[in-house]
């Protein structure tokens, strides 16, 4: 498992650090250790929006990382309800449902505090069924749909938690948008719960993924630290569900 988690840190650094030293990286800056963002990341968004699968969506759930605020906006403007979770899954889900929140706010609605200000808090088990995932990545794999995030599992979290409860399917789709840099060929290794995804968006093309593994099938308690739990109080509410049978 060690060694695992070092060949993925691996691929980490050495893309941060090419983002940095290629000069795309952009605020907030240093990128290591975060999802990055970087010049073009709107019109990546922009590009996404572009998707079938996105027209045809009703509910999109977006990661609330910087380098998908666009993806967040575009979102609410065309008239869609948007899913988010709170940085670290710390305060659980938001919903922003863009007729509600007037369309001069739609930018500010897209932040993280705009989020709290417009949206409503959620539980998971209340959200309405998830018809398009959108992720950011450190890495990702355009070959296989591997991708890597910053190393806490965030958005495998989420995926688990809505999997579990009925809200997200393996027919979901799970795009990420990311710069052509952070498109890597190495065999990512995988562990059981890591979320690939089924299309690619850069700034530039859309890359649609022959995706090698499926998705993971809900949390994989075995995995779960109590630190995890007491960060992550959502957690804790459906461990107690599970042990009842709920």
């Known amino acids: 498992m060690a060694v695992v988690k070092d060949v993925k840190q691996a691929i980490r650094d050495r893309v941060w650090r090419l983002l940095e030293e290629r000069g795309v990286a952009a605020f907030p800056r240093p990128t290591y250790g975060r999802i990055p963002n970087f010049i073009g990341s709107e019109r990546a968004c922009e590009l996404a929006v572009s998707l079938p699968e996105f027209r045809r969506a009703r509910v999109v759930k977006v990661n609330p990382d ?7 906006e575009l979102v609410l403007e065309t008239g869609k309800l ?7 899954i710390k305060e659980g889900f938001l919903m922003l449902d863009p007729d509600k929140i007037l369309r001069s706010h739609y930018r500010e609605a897209s932040t993280i505090s705009g989020a709290f200000r417009f949206g409503t808090p959620i539980k998971p088990w209340d959200s309405p069924t998830i018809d398009l995932v959108i992720i950011g990545s450190v890495a990702v794999n355009p070959r296989t749909g591997a991708r890597l995030g910053k190393s806490h599992g965030y958005a495998e979290i989420e995926w688990g938690i809505m999997r579990m409860l009925g809200k997200v399917g393996e027919e ?9 840099l952070q498109l890597v060929n190495d065999e ?4 059981p719960f890591d979320l690939p995804v089924d299309i690619v968006v850069t700034p530039t093309r859309v890359i649609r993924v022959s995706r090698v593994n499926p998705k993971p099938l809900g949390i994989y308690w075995e995995y779960v630290t109590e630190d995890m739990v007491r960060e992550i109080p959502i957690l804790a509410e459906l461990r107690v569900m599970r042990s009842k049978g709920q």
């Open 66 to 72: 910087s380098p998908q605020r666009r993806c967040r």
């Open 82 to 88: 948007l899913i988010m979770p709170t940085p670290r």
């Open 172 to 180: 979901t789709p799970v795009v990420t948008t990311v710069h052509e």
């Open 188 to 191: 990512i290794p995988r562990e």
